[in-house]
């Protein structure tokens, strides 16, 4: 897929990975639609996608947790552009501690953002990509969406749904030109995700090599795209800058059949 004036949709644009994705889109020259619960963020991040090269960005209001929201968001982007190329499924929150201690309330807002804010903003989308037979929908998910981790059993939970969400809607879509891609994030520096500073969670990757990943599953749609685990990822942006597109490795390779 030809980047450069696509329209792309990304949730949970406000930070971490969906900020770092909206910029690694603008420099290439996509419009973007960037929703988030937090408005004031959002607009901060639009800013820098106008400076870095997009030219077109337009903020809302997004809780992909509520189907109307969702619904509201995708046609807001119809209306704007009569297309929709790319579908970046983002928006997530995490939660870390023993499953008996969560909240019932935080049980209820995971499953609601990480999975029906997957699920609501895709059948949003999905008539139109239908339509015209083409459209590329990327489902962030996370490593833990194939090996569960302890002490986030609800958010591995939501991870494994969200993967297996993905491959039977690709299934259902064989043939209709529409792609549906998983990319899985290691754990992620620079996002809000860890609210627990006293807690070791080892080595991060910088959100902007997950975005670059993204970007490049938009280009060339396949079925899984994991993070290769290179350490030097903190050091070589600012070294080799664009470069760094074709030093990212995918677990999988395959293409997603049409």
């Not at 959002?42 to 960005?57: M, T």
Request: glycine share 10%; proline share 5%; with cysteine.
């Amino acid at each position: 897929m030809r980047l450069n004036g696509a329209v792309v949709v990304i949730t949970g644009a406000s930070s971490g990975i969906g900020a770092a994705t909206a910029l690694a889109f603008a420099r290439r020259g996509a419009r973007l639609e960037l929703g988030a619960r937090r408005l004031e963020k959002l607009n901060a991040v639009a800013e820098k996608c106008r400076k870095a090269g997009s030219p077109d960005v337009n903020v809302r209001l997004l809780d992909v947790g509520q189907r109307a929201s969702a619904r509201a968001f995708i046609a807001a982007t119809l209306r704007d552009h009569e297309r929709l190329d790319v579908l970046v499924n983002n928006a997530g929150v995490g939660w870390m501690g023993r499953a008996h201690e969560m909240p019932e309330e935080k049980v209820d807002e995971l499953i609601a953002t990480n999975l029906k804010g997957v699920i609501n903003t895709t059948s949003s989308a999905l008539p139109w990509m239908l339509e015209r037979r083409r459209g590329v929908i990327i489902n962030v998910a996370s490593v833990v969406g194939f090996r569960p981790s302890p002490y986030s059993a609800v958010y591995s939970a939501t991870k494994h749904a969200v993967v297996g969400f993905s491959h039977a809607l690709r299934g259902e879509l064989s043939g209709t030109g529409v792609k549906v891609c998983v990319v899985y994030p290691g754990v992620t520096g620079g996002t809000e995700f860890f609210k627990a500073p006293d807690q070791p969670i080892g080595f991060q990757y910088p959100a902007w090599w997950v975005a670059n990943l993204v970007v490049r599953t938009a280009r060339y749609p396949r079925r899984d795209a994991m993070v290769f685990p290179l350490r030097l990822a903190d050091v070589a942006e600012p070294v080799f800058g664009g470069l760094m597109d074709h030093a990212i490795g995918e677990v999988r390779r395959r293409s997603v059949p049409d």
